[in-house]
């Protein structure tokens, strides 16, 4: 059964980067088949995708956070991490890895593959906390 | 990008059957059969109820199901029961190749 664990400090400084990772457990993160995503709630609100991440490296992000966000893979670990600089109060909230659903589509001559939304791989989450 | 919009609360009596609607664009729920839409008990991870629109996984209640209409996609509970009372979200792919989620609808199971 496939298990998804966020890891990181769970308060962070302002101005200074947010750091996760997720660690996937039975299963592979180099499958064909899935993105891996982050997905972010702010205390008592909605749900906000932050970024997506193809085992070879492709990533797509939320346009709102995309100039302060960065998303890597490290397959010989089977995880993915997540990189969020100059944090506000604004990004306090629970960090939610997921593995997210893949479609192939062609651009011209090139391949991709896009992320969908996320699957039934959550994991449980982890409140990161923006404060001095 | 923007949220899609969801009704902030819908109630309903145990055994009735209640509708949540998530509304967007023709480049996002309109455009494309990528609608899923999760469960969130309080202080729990989502849970996916449907895909792809209309797609049930395995282990989820077939008092569940899903629709599209337009730029309107639909979420539909029959029977009621008070384990349903949770949030609800939408999510859709969009033209732009990426994910939006929808605001959150609160169901009260009165």
């Known amino acids: 059964q496939l298990q998804l664990q966020e890891s990181g400090p769970g308060l962070v400084k302002p101005s200074e980067t947010l750091s996760l990772t997720c660690t996937v457990s039975?299963?592979?993160?180099?499958?064909?088949?899935?993105?891996w995503g982050w997905i972010r709630q702010p205390p008592g609100k909605g749900l906000e995708w932050i970024g997506s991440?193809?085992?070879?490296?492709?990533?797509y992000y939320n346009p709102s956070l995309k100039s302060r966000v960065t998303i890597s893979v490290d397959t010989s670990k089977n995880q993915f991490s997540l990189k969020l600089t100059s944090v506000t109060a604004a990004d306090t909230a629970v960090y939610y890895c997921?593995?997210?659903?893949?479609?192939?589509?062609?651009?011209?001559?090139?391949?991709?593959?896009?992320?969908?939304?996320?699957?039934?791989?959550w994991g449980q989450g982890t409140l990161v906390t923006v404060s001095s | 990008q923007s949220a899609l919009t969801q009704p902030a609360s819908v109630s309903g009596s145990p055994g009735q059957s209640i509708t949540i609607s998530c509304t967007g664009t023709?480049?996002?729920?309109?455009?494309?059969?990528?609608v899923s839409w999760y469960q969130q008990h309080p202080g729990k991870a989502p849970k996916l109820m449907i895909s792809?629109?209309?797609n049930r996984p395995s282990g989820v209640s077939h008092r569940f199901s899903g629709s599209k209409s337009g730029n309107t996609a639909s979420l539909t509970i029959s029977g009621l029961q008070a384990e349903d009372e949770a949030d609800y979200y939408c999510?859709?792919?969009?033209?732009?190749?990426?994910?939006?989620f929808g605001g959150g609808t609160k169901l009260t199971v009165v």
């Open positions: 997921a593995r997210q659903g893949t479609k192939i589509t062609m651009y011209g001559m090139v391949t991709l593959r896009l992320p969908l939304p996320p699957t039934d791989s």
């Open positions: 039975g299963g592979s993160i180099s499958s064909s088949s899935y993105f």
């Open positions: 991440i193809y085992y070879s490296g492709s990533t």
């Open positions: 023709s480049s996002d729920v309109g455009g494309y059969n990528y």
């Open positions: 792809d629109v209309s």
């Open positions: 999510s859709s792919y969009t033209s732009s190749d990426t994910v939006v």
